[in-house]
């Protein structure tokens, strides 16, 4: 009887014990282990070298990837004959094509054709710099083609001359305007990062990768990662805030 009990089926066939029985099975099933996590002093320092890596790259990613897109923001808006067909056509590549192939491309492809080695999160940085200049590209070309006219004309009545009219009217007006999409941008390239492991960058998710092929928890190593990824992103939308804050005060004079 004993036994007839335990395989979750009475002498009766009740449903209810045996439904009973299956969730008890479940719940052992789900048990979580966290603490084969924060235990071990190994994989917190991997977590924290991910994390730092992630952060890193993001950050120099963002910033060469403004740098290139300020530029060919600026020669789309000044209309520069062939730049201008060349730019628009180096955006709808790169906005076109899968950022999974670009990193491969650029990793295993290049290295191949011109004879050079890098270590791979170089690869990694270039290719995230490259792919997300094109996003920032059109989100500043939409700031700068949208940006006052009026300001444009109250300057040239004050005798400015179109580059500093470029640079000190309208594009500090273009890029407040257009900054919450630049931070959303730049929050995407953070969660980005995580496809750079596919090419061995010891970031963030192959961190995670690393302790799941050691622990075979995967719920709960990719559950800790879910809560870092949040938790940096957040971090970066208070210090983003406080950047606007600082450049842009005229935007919360109310």
């Not at 400015?160 to 273009?174: E, G, H, N, S, Y």
Request: positive net charge.
């Amino acid at each position: 009887p004993l036994g007839v009990f335990a395989s979750g089926v009475t002498p009766q066939g009740s449903p209810r014990l045996s439904a009973t029985v299956v969730l008890i099975r479940r719940a052992k099933a789900l048990e979580f282990r966290f603490f084969e996590i924060y235990r071990n002093a190994e994989y917190l320092l991997l977590l924290a070298k991910g994390a730092l890596l992630s952060g890193g790259i993001t950050v120099l990613s963002a910033t060469f990837g403004l740098i290139i897109a300020f530029a060919i923001a600026g020669v789309r808006f000044a209309r520069v004959p062939v730049l201008t067909q060349l730019t628009a056509a180096y955006v709808e590549f790169i906005r076109n094509t899968p950022l999974i192939v670009q990193l491969f491309f650029i990793a295993f492809g290049l290295p191949l054709l011109l004879g050079y080695e890098w270590p791979f999160w170089a690869h990694a940085l270039l290719s995230l710099s490259i792919n997300f200049s094109g996003y920032f590209a059109e989100i500043l070309r939409a700031g700068l083609e949208n940006a006052d006219s009026g300001q444009r004309e109250a300057a040239r009545a004050l005798g400015l001359r179109p580059r500093p009219i470029f640079f000190l009217v309208i594009t500090p007006v273009a890029i407040a305007t257009m900054f919450a999409s630049l931070n959303s941008q730049f929050i995407f390239l953070f969660l980005t990062t995580g496809i750079i492991s596919e090419i061995g960058v010891a970031d963030l998710t192959q961190a995670g990768l690393y302790i799941d092929s050691r622990t075979f928890r995967t719920f709960e190593v990719f559950l800790v990662l879910t809560a870092i990824y949040i938790g940096i992103s957040m971090l970066f939308k208070a210090v983003l805030a406080l950047v606007e804050r600082r450049l842009f005060p005229w935007k919360f004079v109310r």
